[in-house]
C-alpha cells in the first residue's frame, strides 16, 4: 500500500540545538500532518498543511516549530531551539483529501534531547 | 468542545475470546470516524473507516465497528482474538468543520495465549 518514509528514525540531540525531522509523504497526497507521541500513549495532533500553508496548529506546536515542503521534496518538521519536553516520537501523515481522506502515517521519528 | 473518548487504557482477554474496544465522540453532527492499530516501534495502521451508509462497517483482519448515532459511539469488535492482536488501538474522528484527525487516547490490547 502506500508509504509515508520518515528519515531519520532516531535522533540524539543535545538541548537547544536546532533537528529537523523529514518526511516523504504518499506521492499525490496533497495534506499532510505531523502528530507527537509520547511513550506510545496518545497521538497528539501538531499541525496540517496544505497548499505551502500551515491550516491548523495545536497549543503543542509552538514558536520554536516550524513546517515548510520545500518545491515538493520533504515536508519537514524544524525545532529551533529544542527543549527536553520534545523528546517524542513525531509521526507524519498525508492523505489525498482534506476533509474524508484516511490518513496514512509513517513510523515515526523518534527524537531524545539530553 | 469535540473530544474523542477511549474509557479503557488497557483491555485483556484470552485468544480465542470475543472482544469490544470503546470509542465515544463529542459532536452534534455525523463525523468521520476511524480506528488505528499501532504495532510495537511502527506507525498506526488504518483498520476501518466510516463516513455515511451501513452504520456497521467491515475492516481487515475480522475487525468491524458500528456507528451507533443515539450513542454518539464506534466501538471496535472482533469475534474471535489471535494473539498477534496484541496491540495499541486508537479511534480517531475527522470533525467536519476542520481537516485535523483527534485521536482518542488508545487502548492496549493485550491478548493471553
Known amino acids: 500500500g502506500p508509504k509515508v518514509l520518515q528519515i531519520p528514525s532516531h535522533q540524539i540531540i543535545d538541548m537547544g540545538q536546532m533537528v529537523t525531522l523529514n518526511c516523504d509523504p504518499v506521492?499525490?497526497?496533497?495534506?499532510f500532518y505531523w502528530y507527537k507521541q509520547i511513550l506510545g500513549q496518545q497521538m497528539e495532533f501538531l499541525v496540517n498543511?496544505?497548499?505551502?500553508?500551515?491550516?491548523?496548529k495545536s497549543k503543542l506546536f509552538k514558536d520554536q516549530f516550524s513546517v515548510e515542503r520545500p518545491d515538493g521534496s520533504y515536508f519537514t518538521l524544524k525545532i529551533q531551539p529544542t527543549a527536553l519536553e520534545d523528546s517524542a516520537v513525531y509521526f507524519c501523515?498525508?492523505?489525498?483529501?482534506?476533509?474524508?481522506?484516511?490518513?496514512?502515517f509513517g513510523e515515526g521519528s523518534k527524537l531524545t534531547v539530553l | 468542545a469535540q473530544s474523542v473518548t477511549q474509557p479503557d487504557a488497557r483491555v485483556t482477554v484470552s485468544e480465542g475470546a470475543s472482544l469490544q474496544l470503546r470509542c465515544k465522540y463529542s459532536?452534534?453532527?455525523?463525523?468521520?470516524l476511524f480506528w488505528y492499530v499501532q504495532y510495537p516501534r511502527q506507525g498506526l495502521q488504518l483498520l476501518l473507516k466510516?463516513?455515511?451508509?451501513?452504520?456497521v462497517v467491515q475492516g481487515v483482519n475480522g475487525f468491524e465497528a458500528e456507528f451507533i448515532k443515539s450513542n454518539s459511539s464506534f466501538h471496535l469488535r472482533k469475534a474471535s482474538v489471535h494473539w498477534s492482536d496484541s496491540a495499541v488501538y486508537f479511534c480517531?474522528?475527522?470533525?467536519?468543520?476542520?481537516?485535523?484527525?483527534?485521536f482518542g487516547t488508545g487502548t492496549r490490547l493485550q491478548v493471553l495465549p
Open positions: 506521492s499525490n497526497h496533497l495534506y
Open positions: 501523515a498525508s492523505s489525498s483529501t482534506g476533509n474524508t481522506g484516511q490518513l496514512y
Open positions: 498543511f496544505y497548499n505551502g500553508k500551515v491550516m491548523e
Open positions: 459532536y452534534s453532527g455525523t463525523p468521520y
Open positions: 466510516y463516513y455515511s451508509g451501513d452504520p
Open positions: 480517531a474522528v475527522r470533525f467536519p468543520n476542520t481537516n485535523k484527525v483527534v
